[in-house]
């Protein structure tokens, strides 16, 4: 069974910064690309950022470029999200999720249960 | 970059049939992708792709698409149906993801 298990969140002030983990189980973890998507409270959901199985492909979303950067670690079965200078807007549920594409099919198919970051002085 | 539109809310009576749309000029370029969110939990995937139901989901959960726009049917909505629906592709140069705002569904 393929578990995503997201860590790492918490409160932190304006300008501050955080790491947050994903923890892959069930799956070849080095075979996937991977993704984080978070939702603001009461909001929808915004991709945030992508790495390919390999880390050689990276993207992030407009609103984190320059601040956020993300990571892998194969041999850790780790995805991480370096997050700084953050801002009120970050504030979100962070998740992970596994990236399936066949060349013309592209979607989400595993994601964690999320892990909140509050950002807030 | 691309954006998706939903209708923010829409009904449909228990055991009726109920269209969700999602519109963008990504859709003409790559199929949608449909996610479920129940109040507290992480996002399902319910429908991919042109025809594409991941294990474990209700046959009930249908999808379509045209130009710009992708739908995802439900054919005889069960109370446990009720639930926020996210529609997902790529933007239209492939290197970025965007989800429409959310349709949330209601089943009277």
């Known amino acids: 069974e393929v578990q995503l298990v997201e860590s790492g969140g918490g409160l932190v002030q304006p300008g501050g910064s955080l790491r947050l983990s994903c923890a892959a189980s069930?799956?070849?973890?080095?075979?996937?690309?991977m993704n984080w998507v978070r939702q603001a409270p009461g909001k929808g959901l915004e991709w945030v950022s992508y790495i390919s199985s390999s880390s050689s492909t990276i993207y992030y979303a407009d609103s984190v470029k320059g601040r956020f950067t993300i990571s892998r670690d194969n041999a850790k079965n780790s995805l991480y999200l370096q997050m700084n200078s953050l801002r009120d807007e970050d504030t979100a549920v962070y998740y992970c999720?596994?990236?399936?594409?066949?060349?013309?099919?592209?979607?989400?198919?595993?994601w964690g249960q999320g892990t909140l970051v509050t950002v807030s002085s | 970059s691309s954006e998706l539109t939903q209708d923010p809310a829409v009904s449909v009576a228990l055991g009726q049939t109920v269209r969700i749309t999602c519109q963008g000029d990504s859709l003409r370029s790559y199929f949608a992708s449909w996610y479920q969110q129940k109040p507290g939990q992480a996002p399902v995937l319910v429908f991919y792709g042109k025809n594409n139901r991941p294990s474990g989901i209700p046959d009930r959960f249908s999808g379509s698409s045209s130009g710009n726009t992708a739908s995802l049917t439900i054919t005889g909505a069960q109370a446990e149906d009720e639930a926020d629906y996210y529609c997902n592709s790529r933007d239209s140069n492939g290197n970025h993801w965007v989800f429409g705002g959310g349709t949330k569904l209601t089943v009277l």
């Open positions: 999720a596994r990236d399936q594409t066949d060349g013309y099919n592209y979607y989400f198919d595993y």
């Open positions: 069930g799956l070849t973890f080095s075979s996937y690309s």
